[in-house]
């Protein structure tokens, strides 16, 4: 297995990789490939048995943490269970099978530490067996089992003699030892002391309370044509083919009055294809749009840490600056809303406690991010201003809001976040290439090759700044440069259509037609609706002497994107090098039904004449 890098550097592949397998877990996948928890059974003569299903403990989950204790005080092991995938918190009881000891060893706090950890006992028994036991500070991943060793006895089978080396490295010998029950032994002592366990059991025993779901900050809910304002409005998203949506909705039409009473403005968001279809409800309707339905979607698989798609019904419950508050999931009856609208305590956590430091924070840039990569830039506007707006910003923040706006045209704000971003993390390598980016599409090619040359000399392997690098080069009129520049970005990832294209332009901008045609068509297959490429094809093809094939690929582009004028006027040229006017004139009367003022296609008919 590769090992981590202990630096913060590495390349761009790398950290968009372990993004990517974070992505994945966080969405249901398995750290640990789905497979069942074990448990063996320590056989004592250097062999174990599988126990796993009969002991029950062949949980599905994705396993994470496990600890033994003795929660219920009957002298047996029970196990607490963290998993990912399944309930967080398990605790399986132990049924006792006979005598146990458990024992608490005590180390003097000079020699030996106060835990006595590191201590070694062994517990040697009037049938020849002798027990092994170790004090550990930790067991595992995230977790650590009880302190009290624990020595399990067969049934009519009695304790012989406990021999004990301390940390310190004394050794001490007892005999008379207890069978069962909770001892402790401090280091030096001649005898053990009895420990009186307290009311764990009554604990234990209480039923869990069901997770809560205030949301311990408030966050913006996307926007909803059509909302009405209000001080307190909960939005329901509905559909009429979900049962649990329809037996929800009957409830809360019976209180509607009682909701109208306690303020709350009740707004069903309809998901249904049939806009016909309606709840039979006397709440306000809305029907979202598609972007609408995303935007909420992506909202709803970042608020809780494990990624899931949202699902009916589900609701929120807004402020009056249209934050959302709290989150109610499956069928929720009406009396619950209204108790939450009377609560003042609005904790998210169920216990009390004290943070040490900061306190947890929304990943708003996380969620920023998420919207703009699925198309959703204008909704990811507000999280990215959020997460911007806190004191000490990450540079994931700014450097990705930077990255929107380039996109959009805004240079002078995300120039402005790039310099924020640089001047607090000087070595942030992703705003560096921003930053070219940036340069570029300011007409400053050569303060964008510098910028990317930065990059590269610290992360050869960079692909995004070998492209970019390509494009300033190609900018100053360095094709050569620019050529290599491309080549490197493909050979570090061939799969990248876009680094394959511009390679392909820059071949063609010198003549090499041939190597040109050889790069866009191995993209073909990965852009099969592409125009532009149909178009970019059709001209190679010509060129390098293969006319049939150019036509095929000027008629695909005018099918792919028939109001685009140049799939036309390009088969048009092609005809008439081949002599066949008529056609070539058929083609732009085809242009001119679909952009009837087109001045350049009449004069080409004019001229084909």
Request: include cysteine; charge should be neutral; glycine fraction near 10%.
């Amino acid at each position: 297995m590769s090992r981590t890098p202990q630096q913060s550097s590495g390349s761009r592949a790398y950290r968009e990789a372990w993004r990517a397998v974070n992505l994945l877990i966080r969405s249901g996948g398995s750290w640990s490939g789905r497979e069942r928890d074990v448990c063996y059974r320590n056989l004592g003569d250097g062999r174990f048995q599988d126990e796993s299903f009969l002991s029950g403990l062949d949980s599905a989950g994705d396993g994470r943490a496990f600890a033994t204790l003795d929660l219920d005080g009957d002298g047996a092991l029970d196990v607490a269970l963290v998993s990912r995938t399944a309930r967080r918190l398990q605790l399986w009881r132990n049924q006792p099978g006979g005598a146990a000891l458990l024992l608490e060893l005590q180390g003097n706090g000079e020699r030996s530490n106060r835990d006595a950890v590191g201590a070694v006992a062994e517990l040697e028994t009037d049938r020849g067996r002798t027990l092994t036991r170790i004090v550990q500070a930790g067991g595992g991943y995230l977790s650590q089992s009880s302190r009290l060793l624990h020595f399990a006895l067969e049934a009519g089978e009695r304790a012989h003699e406990l021999r004990v080396k301390w940390p310190s490295g004394g050794r001490q010998v007892l005999t008379g030892v207890p069978r069962r029950g909770r001892m402790r032994l401090r280091e030096g002592a001649a005898g053990f002391e009895e420990i009186v366990p307290g009311p764990v059991l009554a604990r234990v025993a209480q039923e869990a309370a069901p997770a809560p779901v205030w949301l311990a900050e408030p966050v913006p809910a996307p926007a909803l044509a059509g909302l009405p304002a209000g001080p307190k409005r909960l939005i329901n998203f509905w559909a009429s083919w979900c049962p649990p949506c329809r037996q929800e909705m009957t409830g809360w039409t019976k209180a509607a009055g009682e909701f109208r009473k306690a303020g709350l403005t009740v707004v069903v968001a309809s998901v249904d294809e049939d806009r016909t279809k309606r709840p039979g409800s006397p709440f306000a309707l809305l029907h979202p749009g598609e972007r609408e339905i995303a935007a909420w979607n992506l909202f709803y698989r970042h608020l809780f840490d494990r990624r899931q798609d949202l699902g009916l019904p589900v609701s929120f419950l807004l402020d009056e600056g249209g934050r959302v508050l709290k989150v109610y999931q499956g069928v929720t009856a009406s009396g619950v809303i209204l108790a939450d609208l009377r609560a003042t305590d609005r904790r998210s956590i169920p216990f009390a406690g004290q943070w040490y430091g900061p306190g947890p924070q929304r990943n708003y840039a996380e969620l920023a991010t998420a919207l703009a990569e699925h198309g959703l830039a204008a909704e990811s506007a507000v999280y990215f201003d959020e997460a911007v707006s806190r004191p000490n910003p990450t540079a994931e923040a700014l450097n990705n809001y930077a990255g929107v706006l380039l996109e959009q045209g805004a240079l002078d704000k995300a120039e402005a976040l790039l310099m924020r971003t640089l001047n607090a993390y000087p070595r942030q390598l992703d705003a560096l290439a921003n930053l070219g980016t940036l340069r570029l599409k300011q007409g400053q090619p050569g303060a964008a090759r510098d910028a990317f040359r930065q990059v590269l000399a610290a992360q050869p392997d960079d692909a995004f700044a070998h492209n970019g690098l390509g494009a300033a080069l190609f900018a100053a009129q360095d094709r050569t440069g620019a050529v290599a520049a491309f080549r490197a970005a493909v050979r570090l990832e061939p799969d990248h259509t876009e680094y394959r294209k511009n390679l392909g332009s820059v071949l063609a901008a010198g003549g090499e037609f041939r190597e040109a045609l050889r790069e866009l068509e191995a993209v073909r297959g990965a852009l099969p609706e592409s125009a532009e490429l149909a178009n970019s094809l059709g001209i190679l093809y010509v060129e390098t002497s293969a006319p049939g094939q150019g036509e095929q690929e000027f008629r695909r582009a005018i099918r792919l994107s028939p109001r685009a004028e140049s799939g036309y006027f390009n088969l048009a040229m092609l005809l008439e090098r081949l002599g066949r006017r008529a056609e070539a004139q058929a083609v732009l009367r085809n242009l001119l039904t679909v952009q009837p003022q087109n001045e350049r296609a009449v004069q080409m008919i004019e001229k084909l004449r």
